[in-house]
């Protein structure tokens, strides 16, 4: 855009320059055909055949161009254009007045700066050989010759003084403008690298979180396995308490069961008791009386209590194998059986939880890998940026050096404005080797 600008803008001065020589011939030519018109001093008719040679020359130019119906330009584009050549021709020259106006006041200040200095020097230093010779003749020396001396000697210090003071303001203030100038380039700098990072696509905060993003996928699966012993624990906790449950239970069934074999045998012992006395009594009746005609008869409620405690004493036999197949006795074989199950459940939970970990790992570093890969090659994009933006600013450093060397001789102003240039690219150069070291790292 500025290329096209600059190079329209020389084409309009080139176009102007070009109609000023044709206007210089054609003055000539018009003095040289009517010389005595000029010669008797009749300068407003001169100029006025001049004007109306320029106004038929125009009005045939304009005749031509409304003739041209076929040209690509029209008659208003083409006033248009006379109208900005115009302009633009008018803002040259007076700002090539104004550059020249202001630096012949620029001389002309620094002119009558110096001189003013040398001619204070001067009469400081003519006051004070008077007053030396003064001095050296003071014992001839009268006392209005003195006051005068010392008058001279006060207004000499008070000058330099006042110098001093005004030389040390003005550099005050240089360095003020000088610093603030600096900070104006340096945030001008900064707003150009964002906007040429903006014209790029490139967002640096943005680049600054996906580089923060693509390293987050590790504190996922810390969290991850975090969650994944806190799970083991949840369920080896729910294990232990249906162990524990499912002992109680048991526990108190066999109290139960223990406890019902104890009243069974409570009322089977005094059973037991007289059934051992009736076969004792049926044995001595036996022995007594070998045979008789009521002989039976005590021995039917005998054989059906006999009948009834084998029932009982078969029902205790089958309870207690029942009890001991069923209901083990000891813990470790209840811990057993119960952690078979939990071990067998707990498995299939923890197979599960690992392929669904593992599917959100492997998106995590895809998605990070993805995030790396646009990353890299925005950094390599910043960089090459920089490295063109750096050479660019030492190209144009060197040629400022250059220009300044062959120019004029190196003055102390001269050699403070190239330090100071020379500091603020060194800056520049140095926050560009930073920005590429951070994006590096």
Not at 98 to 106: D, H, I, P, T
Not at 159 to 184: F, G, I, M, R
Not at 349 to 358: A, E, K, P, Q, T
Request: charged fraction near 30%; include cysteine; charge should be positive.
């Amino acid at each position: 855009m500025q290329r096209s600008i600059v190079a329209r803008k020389n084409r309009l001065v080139l176009r102007l320059q070009q109609t000023q020589r044709q206007m210089k011939e054609y003055i000539q030519a018009t003095t040289m055909s009517n010389p005595a018109e000029l010669g008797g001093g009749s300068i407003v008719t001169a100029t006025s055949n001049l004007l109306e040679g320029v106004k038929d020359k125009c009005d045939t130019t304009k005749v031509n161009a409304t003739k041209r119906k076929t040209s690509k330009v029209s008659q208003a584009t083409y006033y248009n254009f006379q109208k900005e050549i115009k302009t633009q021709s008018t803002v040259i020259a007076a700002s090539r007045e104004e550059n020249g106006r202001l630096k012949q006041q620029l001389k002309q200040v620094r002119q009558d700066d110096r001189y003013d200095r040398l001619k204070q020097m001067k009469m400081l230093r003519d006051k004070v050989s008077e007053t030396g010779t003064l001095g050296g003749n003071s014992g001839l020396t009268s006392k209005p010759q003195y006051r005068v001396a010392v008058k001279a000697r006060s207004e000499g210090k008070t000058c330099a003084l006042a110098s001093q003071k005004d030389l040390v303001t003005t550099q005050l203030s240089y360095q003020q403008k000088l610093n603030e100038v600096v900070l104006e380039l340096d945030r001008v700098k900064k707003a150009k690298i964002e906007l040429e990072c903006c014209y790029e696509g490139v967002d640096l905060t943005q680049a600054a979180q996906e580089m923060q993003h693509a390293f987050e996928p590790q504190g996922e699966l810390e969290l991850s396995e975090l969650e994944l012993c806190e799970k083991k624990r949840a369920h080896a906790l729910v294990a232990l308490q249906k162990s524990l449950s499912w002992y109680l239970e048991k526990q108190r069934l066999l109290d139960d069961q223990n406890e019902e074999l104890r009243r069974l045998r409570r009322q089977a012992a005094p059973k037991s008791l007289d059934f051992q006395t009736g076969t004792s009594s049926m044995n001595q009746r036996a022995n007594a009386e070998p045979c008789g005609p009521y002989s039976n008869l005590p021995l039917l409620p005998l054989s059906i209590d006999i009948r009834r405690i084998q029932r009982v004493d078969d029902r205790l036999a089958e309870l207690e194998q029942a009890m001991r197949w069923r209901h083990p006795d000891t813990f470790s074989n209840l811990s057993l059986a119960s952690r078979r199950i939990d071990d067998d459940s707990m498995t299939l939970v923890l197979h599960r939880d690992y392929d669904r970990n593992r599917a959100i790992w492997n998106i995590a570093h895809e998605a990070s890998e993805v995030k790396l890969a646009s990353g890299y090659q925005r950094e390599k994009k910043l960089l090459l940026q920089y490295r063109r933006k750096s050479k660019e600013q030492e190209k144009q450093i060197k040629q400022l050096n250059n220009e300044s060397l062959f120019s004029h001789r190196p003055t102390i102003r001269d050699s403070r404005s190239t330090y100071y240039i020379g500091h603020g690219a060194g800056k520049s150069q140095r926050l560009y080797t930073d920005k590429i070291e951070e994006l590096k790292s």
